[in-house]
C-alpha cells in the first residue's frame, strides 16, 4: 500500500503536477490522521470496556460482602441486645428482696454479661478497592464518597469495642474473682457445664454480691457502655445498607 501510494507522487511529480501534488500529499497527512484517531479511539473503547468490565466485577464482588455484613451487624447487635437486657435484669435485683431470687438466674445473666461483641467485618474487596483505585472509577458521587467515609465508621467500631472490651476484663475482671463464684456459674451454664464439677465453696452464696455498691456501679457501667456499642452496631448496619442501596442504583 505504502508503495502504491509512493508511486502516485512520484508521477505527479514526474508530470510536474505539483499543485495535484501537494493537494494529494495533504490529502495522505489526513488520511494517516484519521487512521491515527481511529486506532486512538479503538485503543479507548477497548481501555474503556476493560475498565467498565472490572467496575462491575468489582461492585458485584462488593454487594455480596455487604450482605454477609449486613449478616454478621445484625448477629452481633442481637448479642448486644441480650448483654442489655442482662445488665438491667441484674440492676433490678438489686431492688428485690433476697428470698424472691433465684441465684440460678443470677449465674445465668452473669455469664451474659462476662463476654464481649466484636463485629465480623469482611473487608477484602472494599480495601481492594481502595489499594487499586477501583472505587475512584465509580461513576456515582454519592457511592463513592459513602465508600470512602467507610473506613472511618469501622474504625470507630472498632475503638469502641476496645473500650468496652477493657472494661469488661480490667478492674471489673479483678472485682470478681473475690466476690463472685465463677464455678458454680461456669458449671451450670457455660458450654463445659456438667464438667468443671460443684465448687468446695459450697457455702458461698453469688447473691451476696447484690449487696455491694461497687458491683451495682460495674453493672451500671456494663449497661451504659453496652448500649453505646449498640447504637454504633445500628450506625453501622444503617450505613451498610445505605451503600447497598447506592449499589443498586449504580
Known amino acids: 500500500m505504502i508503495k502504491f501510494f509512493r508511486k ?103 455469664l451474659i454479661i462476662y463476654s464481649s461483641s466484636i463485629v465480623e467485618i469482611n473487608n477484602g474487596t472494599f480495601t481492594e478497592g481502595l489499594n487499586t483505585g477501583k472505587i475512584g472509577n465509580i461513576s456515582s458521587d454519592k457511592l463513592r464518597s459513602a465508600l470512602y467515609s467507610f473506613t472511618t465508621l469501622i474504625d470507630n467500631t472498632r475503638r469502641i469495642e476496645q473500650i468496652n472490651a477493657t472494661d469488661l476484663n480490667g478492674p471489673f475482671t479483678q472485682f470478681l474473682y473475690p466476690n463472685f463464684n465463677y464455678r458454680n456459674m461456669d458449671n451450670k451454664f457455660s458450654e463445659y457445664k456438667g464438667e468443671i464439677g460443684e465448687t468446695k465453696f459450697i457455702d458461698f452464696d453469688n447473691l451476696s454480691i447484690l449487696n455491694n455498691m461497687e458491683f451495682e456501679n460495674y453493672m451500671d457501667n456494663r449497661f451504659y457502655n453496652n448500649s453505646i456499642q449498640l447504637k454504633q452496631y445500628e450506625k453501622l448496619k444503617a450505613e451498610l445498607l445505605r451503600i447497598e442501596n447506592l449499589i443498586r442504583t449504580e
Open 8 to 110: 502516485i507522487r512520484q508521477n505527479l511529480l514526474s508530470e510536474g503536477k505539483t499543485g495535484k501534488y501537494l493537494k494529494y500529499a495533504f490529502g495522505e497527512i489526513i488520511l494517516v490522521v484519521i487512521g491515527i484517531l481511529i486506532a486512538l479511539g479503538i485503543s479507548n473503547w477497548n481501555e474503556n470496556r476493560k475498565n467498565n468490565n472490572e467496575t462491575t466485577d468489582f461492585i458485584n464482588r462488593l454487594t455480596e460482602e455487604i450482605e454477609i455484613n449486613i449478616n454478621n451487624v445484625n448477629k452481633s447487635i442481637e448479642e448486644e441486645s441480650n448483654h442489655i437486657v442482662a445488665s438491667k435484669s441484674i440492676l433490678d435485683m438489686f431492688h428485690n428482696e433476697r428470698e424472691n431470687i433465684n441465684p440460678k438466674a443470677l449465674d445465668s445473666l452473669m
